[in-house]
């Protein structure tokens, strides 16, 4: 679905109650809103930024200011200016980054938007000053994909009144919050829409919806969805993450998108072409791993997350390569010991840039027998990290930690650079396991 037919017939602000805005021009009426005096609601991710936070950001802010469905749209949040402030959707990073995603350039697509149309925290710098009390009042935050504030969104100031997430409970937001949604599910997306088609957000007619003007945006926000449903699942195929409302969040929206075909309308990655669910996942998620013209630290820098604990400052990188890949990157012209160096100059560099006292490299990838693997690198930083890594093995049977699978010379240079690197034998330990279990040998230390 191009982007110019999906705003055909985009309704202006007013014009009709009963019409819902192309994304689009939801996230312009976002943008102005951003600007005007007044508290603010943000539906904010976590700082990694990747596909589930993308989607399930704008999905939950979409769908709480206008709702799909409703026959009385004058009683909605942002339905008509000046009624209802509408609930803003902020992408925690720096605008610059937006580059290093390459893969929401056709999701944003899908729905009918482009990149330049998201709120990053450079917006909130010109008009505003968040974190200032004398500048600002510090907004209301709707959590979702993750359910502990850190880095740039702890750094807001402000009060976390929602949360819809599928990581560990870390037990910081308020049982009073509404939404309180932490379950384990492959794609926090699918808690999204779970809760918003209970919440009666998203009508579950899907025939009389998908019959009037606003079908193509409706599907577009559909096509949107699934995406990082279908990534982070892989395709519902890794049915170690896949949970029951993964599956039933999939059928739900290829309803949405099936019932627009019915019209004769094509939704697929060409005008002519009808939507495929494994075209779409395959599109997408070849994108993201491609990482093409990313540098050694643009690619550590992707997807990162960091904890603060009361022992130290965690920070942990994941990479969708070897890291024989970010080696070469780190040093193309010397793939040998001295690119191993090169890459720990360039992790010790990025650790102490963000004043950490251990930083984690995980990478996933697969070798020349197509077997999934993954590598889990460790760097300390200070000298307590240094004495935890010493006995980080035989605390961490849960992982599997093997020899790492590289050549004398880079495994000598990752003892001299006072590193570790294994293969990670359990591989269904993401970093959403991975980061609580090192977090609690920490607390244990």
Not at 240 to 248: P, Q, R
Not at 304 to 320: L, T
Not at 347 to 365: C, H, I, N, P, Y
Request: a negative charge.
């Amino acid at each position: 679905m191009s982007t110019s037919q999906s705003q055909v017939n985009d309704p202006a602000p007013g014009d009709d109650p009963m019409r819902i805005p192309s994304l689009h021009r939801f996230l312009g009426l976002a943008k102005s809103a951003l600007r005007q005096p007044g508290k603010k609601t943000f539906v904010v991710g976590n700082e990694s930024v990747d596909l589930d936070t993308l989607t399930s950001s704008l999905l939950l802010s979409y769908l709480r200011s206008y709702p799909i469905g409703k026959t009385d749209r004058s009683q909605i949040s942002g339905a008509i200016p000046g009624s209802h402030p509408l609930t803003i959707p902020l992408i925690p990073l720096p605008r610059a980054d937006l580059r290093l995603r390459p893969e929401f350039i056709p999701v944003l697509q899908s729905a009918g938007a482009e990149v330049d149309d998201l709120i990053t925290l450079d917006d909130l710098e010109a008009p505003v000053s968040y974190g200032r009390a004398e500048a600002q009042e510090p907004p209301d935050l709707i959590l979702v994909d993750h359910n502990a504030p850190t880095g740039a969104v702890k750094a807001l100031n402000g009060k976390v009144i929602g949360c819809i997430d599928h990581h560990v409970d870390e037990g910081v937001v308020s049982n009073d919050a509404e939404p309180r949604i932490v379950e384990m599910a492959g794609n926090c997306g699918s808690l999204v829409l779970d809760w918003a088609v209970k919440s009666g957000l998203w009508e579950e007619d899907q025939a009389r919806l998908t019959s009037g003007e606003d079908a193509w945006t409706v599907a577009g926000l559909a096509k949107m969805a699934m995406a990082s449903i279908l990534v982070d699942t892989t395709n519902l195929k890794a049915k170690e993450k896949v949970k029951e409302v993964d599956e039933w969040a999939v059928g739900y929206l290829e309803s949405v998108i099936q019932a627009v075909e019915t019209r004769g309308v094509r939704l697929g990655e060409a005008d002519s072409e009808r939507y495929g669910r494994d075209r779409w996942h395959k599109l997408v998620n070849g994108i993201k791993k491609e990482l093409k013209g990313l540098s050694a630290e643009e690619m550590l820098r992707k997807d990162y997350k960091e904890w603060e604990e009361k022992d130290g400052k965690v920070g942990i990188a994941s990479v969708v390569k070897p890291l024989a890949e970010i080696i070469d990157r780190a040093s193309p012209q010397t793939r040998d010991e001295r690119g191993m160096e090169a890459l720990a100059h360039i992790s010790e560099a990025f650790a102490k840039t963000r004043g950490l006292d251990l930083f984690v490299v995980m990478t996933t990838f697969k070798d020349t027998h197509k077997q999934f693997r993954r590598e889990l690198m460790l760097m300390a930083i200070s000298e307590r990290m240094q004495s935890l890594l010493g006995g980080f093995q035989e605390k961490s049977e849960e992982l599997q930690l093997e020899a790492w699978q590289a050549d004398e010379r880079m495994t000598a240079a990752v003892r001299h650079m006072g590193m570790k690197v294994w293969m990670q034998g359990n591989t269904s330990w993401s970093r959403k396991q991975v980061a609580p279990f090192i977090r609690g040998l920490l607390k244990d230390a």
